[in-house]
């Protein structure tokens, strides 16, 4: 619960701290998430996914670093590339641990079952940052809502790039992880056991 408060506490003001204060946590913060999954979960997050989300935040921190936000980028705004971006390379690590956790207690669903459950994880997650923002316009003073499409506006672009993120995640599953590629398509689907 206390991960879960600094975690929001951290997310609200993120925005208005240095590039180099947001890489070292970043850095900092998924050493640490590697860590406790390695030695709770007795789970080794491939490189490549944790890279992948650091590449996500720092998407986030250079549009705040260059003040990208409310300006257009390309053909469209960066805080839409900017949610559309996050939720294409967060998505990978979230299949992926979501994969890992069913199967490793015992439970054997199709990858896109896993991944549907997965995706919903990833816009659940995507909603309470929207809250978050919310919080941090209204309680703060902060400066994160730029109409009031705002909130709509994100998540739809959230679940564009949840929905890219997964495809990409299930190809990636499939082709690079062929112990997952096995036990997910020769296990038939079994109903779920109470523990």
């Known amino acids: 619960m206390l991960a879960l408060i600094a975690g929001a506490a951290f997310l609200t003001k993120m925005c208005y701290l240095s590039l180099v204060f ?12 590697y860590w406790y999954a390695r030695a709770r979960l007795n789970m080794r997050i491939p490189l490549v996914l944790l890279t992948l ?3 996500a935040l720092q998407v986030d921190a250079l549009g705040n670093f260059f003040r990208m936000y409310g300006r257009q980028f390309g053909p469209m705004q960066y805080d839409e590339f900017s949610h ?7 998505s990978p690590i979230i299949v992926w ?3 890992r956790l069913l199967h490793g207690r015992g439970y054997r669903l199709p990858l896109k079952l896993t991944a549907f459950f997965a995706a919903t994880i990833v816009f659940s997650l995507s909603a309470a940052y929207e809250i978050i923002e919310l919080w941090d316009e209204v309680y703060f003073g902060g400066q994160r809502i730029w109409g009031k499409y705002d909130t709509a506006t994100d998540l739809q672009w959230d679940l564009c790039g949840i929905i890219a993120g997964t495809v990409f ?19 038939p689907v079994s109903v779920a056991r109470i523990p």
């Open 22 to 33: 947001n890489t070292l946590f970043t850095i900092a913060f998924l050493g640490i998430f």
């Open 53 to 55: 989300v650091f590449v």
């Open 84 to 90: 559309l971006m996050v939720q294409v390379l967060v």
């Open 97 to 99: 641990f979501v994969t």
């Open 169 to 187: 995640s299930c190809i990636m599953l499939r082709t690079f992880q062929p112990v997952y590629k096995s036990a997910l398509e020769q296990t």
